[in-house]
C-alpha cells in the first residue's frame, strides 16, 4: 500500500462540530427541498411542518438521532426556517441548571425551535424541569431561596423542542416519550455525498469533475460533514493552482495529503486496526482503546468505531472489540507501515 504522509492531525480526524462551524453554516442547505436524501425523514418531516402550519401550532416536538454530521442541526434549523420561525441553538453539556433553560425557554417566541444538541448529555434534573414546558409550554421558576422560596408558574410561547443525539439509548423512557416525531439520520450513500460535493462546491464558487467528486465521496463515510471537509482542503489544491475546477488530479492528491490510504482509512482507522491486531484474539475495551490511541473515548465510539464496523474491518463483542478476517485480511493486503505503529 502506497502510504501517504499525514497533513496534520487536525485534517486527519473525522470531524465533530467545533472546527467545521463557520464553513458548515454556508453549506448548510437553507430550505427542506434544499435537503439531499435522506427520504423518508425530510416526507415525515415535510407532512409534520404542513399540518402545524396548517393548524396555526408549532410542530410537535422532533427528536433526531445518527452519527455526527448527518444534518441533524440542518434540520432543525430548516424546520424553523419553514415555520418561518427562529432557531435557537444550545447543548446538553452547556445547561448545567434548570435556570439556564428557563432563559432559554422564556426568550421563545411563538412556534419558534429550541435545538438542543447532544441532549443525551442533559443532566437528569434539568431534564425532568423541561417536561412540563414540552407538555404544556409551562415552566415553574423558583424565586428566592430557604423559607422565603416561592415557585411562580409561568407560561411559555408554544414552541418545538428539537433533540439531536448520537446515542438515543442513552435517553431516559419517560423523555423520548415526550417527543412526538423520531427520526433517525443514517449515513448517506456515495452517489448522494457526491451531489453534496458538486453543490458545496459550487457554493465555494468551483466546478468539481465527476470523478474527483465520486472520489471524495467515496473516501467520506457517508457523512456531508466530513465531504464537506475534504473539499474544503481540496479548495486550497484548486486555489494554488489558479484553478476555478477541481480536478481528479488534484482530488487524489489532496486526499492523500490528509492522509487518507486507497481503502478510504485514516491514520487512526490504521492504529486502530494495528491495535486490535496485535491484541490477539484478546478482546480490547473502550478505555484501552482510548488510552493507547490518545483520543476521547466519545469520538471513538461516535466517529471512528461506527464507519470500522459498517465496513465489516471490527467487531464489538460483549467484552470488548476485535478485528475481524476482513480487516486482518486488509492489514495484510496494506503491509505495516511502520510509521502508523501505536
Ligand atoms: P449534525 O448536526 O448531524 O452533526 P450538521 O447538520 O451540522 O450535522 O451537518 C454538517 C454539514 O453537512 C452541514 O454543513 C451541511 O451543510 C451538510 N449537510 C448535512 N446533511 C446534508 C444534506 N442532506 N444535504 C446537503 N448538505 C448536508
Redesign the pocket.
Known sequence: MELRPAFSREDATPPT?PA?AP???A???KRLA?????GPVVANLRLSIDAAKSRGEPIDHVLLS?L????????AEILALEMGSTCRTTAGPAIEKPGDLAGLLTSLGRNDVLFI?EIHRLPTHVEEYLYSAMEDFRLVIMLDQGPRARAVPLQLHPFTLVG?TTREGLLSEPFRARFGIHER?EP?EAKLIAE?VA??AGLLGLAIDEGAADLVASCSRGT??LA?RFLRRLRDHADVAGSKTITMAMADAGLARLGLDENGLLALDRKFLLLLERAQDRPMGLKTLAVALGEEERTIEDVYEPYLIREGLVAKTPRGRVITPSGRELLTRAGRPSKDAP
Open positions: 462540530r467545521d464553513y458548515d453554516l453549506l448548510r442547505p434544499e435537503f439531499i436524501g435522506q445518527g455526527p454530521g448527518l444534518g441533524k442541526t440542518t434540520l444538541d439531536a439520520l448517506y453534496m453543490r458545496s456531508p460533514r464537506n
